[in-house]
């Protein structure tokens, strides 16, 4: 999964990417510099590699790339071609003055932050459209994609954002190669100064983010850093002391999971132990897909037990014993923690 970190400037979202990726202000700067792979944590995973004791352990990986915004214009166009190729979102807003970032002079107020971007991205996206849709017009095409793009330009002169936006399988297919970036799923992170409570000091925030539909994430990306600099243990000791309750990774995790409604099956053997992401709602076969598209071709049935059950029973016989572990055919929605074997036949 692949989440764009972006902001206006002063937003602090550079200051939230070196918490995450542990690499402090002024550290050498290589070609990834601008993105940071972390492993999701999941008790599950590890739980299961003890009993299997595999060659390989992996975790679901989430990439944060640090975009940047342009110096005029908020979204340049190298904003806007970097912002096309995440999956996720995560829009940074200011909610924090200290004597390096004065507070603007009509004070702060990240909710209108957060419409102001939101509104940039819907502008760029609604400019995308009416170019292709003047261009259809001269060739005087009309399909299926002509349909859609009215009705992405009708929810665009709104300031509805494509992710809000019901479309039908048809339509997400022929929109899809646009790349709007107001389809992508989003959260809101309140990068908030330290101490008190964010979200009581701006309720806008809060009711701004449920209007949009997305989930806030509220934190002090500067406290963060600092943690980000200590061992494990330290950082442990730190969050208690500080009265935090997850890290500034734990949270957008959580968001960006929450945003983009996936979930976790996971498979196990000794070769490897797993974890796999798909979207809420997928089948067995797209799960399949997931893990190699020759499971998807000759999928036949699948073998599922919950991970909790596997762990309660201790071995997969026992857990056969006891009536657990099922076969599953092609629509059976995988639930988060599920456990999977396919049996497929090419």
């Known amino acids: 999964m692949d989440v764009g970190i972006f902001g206006k400037m002063g937003a602090g979202k550079s200051t939230l990417f070196r918490a995450l990726s542990g690499v402090g202000e002024g550290s050498p700067q290589g070609k990834n510099a601008g993105v940071c792979v972390i492993k999701v944590p999941d008790e599950r995973v590890d739980r299961l590699a003890e009993v299997f004791r595999p060659k390989k352990v992996t975790h679901v990986s989430i990439a944060f790339h640090d975009i940047d915004a342009g110096e005029t214009d908020l979204l340049s166009p190298q904003a806007l071609a970097a912002l096309r190729t995440v999956e996720v979102l995560a829009l940074v807003v200011r909610g924090f003055a200290d004597d390096y970032h004065p507070a603007p002079p009509g004070g702060l107020d990240p909710a209108a932050e957060f419409r102001e971007i939101s509104s940039a991205i819907i502008l760029s996206d609604y400019l995308v459209a009416q170019k292709r849709i003047e261009r259809m017009t001269k060739e005087a095409k009309r399909d299926a994609e002509w349909t859609a793009l009215h009705k992405a330009i009708a929810a665009f002169e709104r300031e509805v954002p494509l992710r809000g936006v019901d479309l039908s399988a048809e339509e997400e297919r022929v929109l899809s190669g646009f790349r709007f970036v107001s389809r992508l799923p989003a959260l809101l992170v309140l990068n908030a100064g330290e101490g008190g409570d964010p979200e009581k000091a701006y309720p806008d925030v809060a009711k701004a983010a449920a209007e949009a539909k997305v989930p806030l994430v509220s934190l002090c990306a500067k ?3 600092e943690i980000a600099q200590l061992s494990p243990v330290e950082q442990a000791d730190f969050l208690k002391e500080m009265g935090i309750a997850r ?3 734990d949270l957008l995790v959580r968001g960006a999971f929450e945003a983009t409604r996936y979930i976790s ?22 799960a399949a897909g997931r893990i190699h598209s020759d499971l998807e071709k ?13 762990l309660r029973c201790g071995s997969m016989a026992k857990a056969k014993a006891e009536g657990k572990l099922r076969l599953e055919g092609k629509e059976y929605v995988v639930r988060d923690g599920d456990i999977v074997h396919v049996r497929f036949n090419l």
């Open 298 to 310: 000759g999928f036949i049935r699948a073998e599922v037990i919950t991970s909790d059950d596997f």
């Open 247 to 249: 890290s500034a990774r």
């Open 223 to 225: 406290v963060e850093e």
């Open 265 to 286: 099956f996971l498979t196990v053997g000794e070769d490897e132990v797993r974890a796999w992401n798909v979207r809420e709602g997928s089948t067995a076969t797209a």
